[in-house]
T-cell receptor, first 113, second 114 residues
Framework: NAGVTQTPKFRILKIGQSMTLQCTQD?????MYWYRQDPGMGLKLIYY???????DKGEVPNGYNVSRSTTEDFPLRLELAAPSQTSVYFC????????????FGAGTRLSVL | AQSVTQPDIHITVSEGASLELRCNYS??????LFWYVQSPGQGLQLLLK??????LVQGIKGFEAEFKRSQSSFNLRKPSVHWSDAAEYFC????????????FGDGTTLTVKP
């Protein structure tokens, strides 16, 4: 049981480039989330999904897009990378069956230069 | 809107000493409360949770936390800290009505002195 898997682990982008951060979970959780974590700060919710085909904005959605075509996958897209998007990104999943405990991936460390 | 405050950014304790990490929350109803731990370069892992019932909850690695409704607090404790407990600790309040979203505090970094 792999849990929540994020790829890549590290990435360096140039300003204006685009990329997709991948997230997949094998626990059949209906809820999935994307967070960013800046140094010395907690987690800020970017987007979340309550099931396949349903997504919604979190606290800090600007500059990002998501899709949820399957229960397992929840990719995060950066269209025009900016230095302000340098951060560590975490994907998480949960379900009402687990009491909304969130299970996290190991993170993607992104630098935009 | 729900919120979480962790007043201590950084705490240093000696190995074998007791530990208490503070957490205060704001939430309109009975909250779901969580403590997560993050080791360097890793994602967050659940230590313990409170949903209802007994206000003293036990978690993994010898941690416990006490829910005090009157103080809007959910402090994390451990009687004797081990060097391997050095990590960042996050308190979170969960919204039990809306997609299971959680709001996280800014974290407390624990350093353990030998």
């Amino acid at each position: 049981n792999a849990g929540v898997t994020q790829t890549p682990k590290f990435r360096i982008l140039k300003i204006g480039q685009s990329m997709t951060l991948q997230c997949t979970q094998d626990m059949n959780h209906n809820y999935m989330y994307w967070y960013r974590q800046d140094p010395g700060m907690g987690l800020k919710l970017i987007y979340y999904s309550v099931g396949a085909g349903i997504t919604d904005k979190g606290e800090v959605p600007n500059g990002y897009n998501v899709s949820r075509s399957t229960t397992e996958d929840f990719p995060l897209r950066l269209e025009l990378a900016a230095p302000s998007q340098t951060s560590v990104y975490f994907c998480a999943s949960s379900s009402t069956g687990t009491g909304n405990i969130q299970y996290f991936g190991a993170g993607t460390r992104l630098s935009v230069l | 809107a729900q919120s979480v405050t962790q007043p201590d950014i950084h705490i240093t304790v000696s190995e074998g000493a007791s530990l208490e990490l503070r957490c205060n929350y704001s939430y309109g109803a009975t909250p779901y409360l969580f403590w997560y731990v993050q080791s360097p370069g890793q994602g967050l892992q659940l230590l313990l949770k409170y949903f209802s019932g007994d206000t003293l909850v036990q978690g993994i690695k010898g941690f416990e936390a006490e829910f005090k409704r009157s103080q809007s607090s959910f402090n994390l404790r451990k009687p004797s800290v081990h060097w391997s407990d050095a990590a960042e600790y996050f308190c979170a309040v969960g919204d039990n009505t809306n997609a299971g979203k959680s709001t996280f505090g800014d974290g407390t970094t624990l350093t353990v002195k030998p």
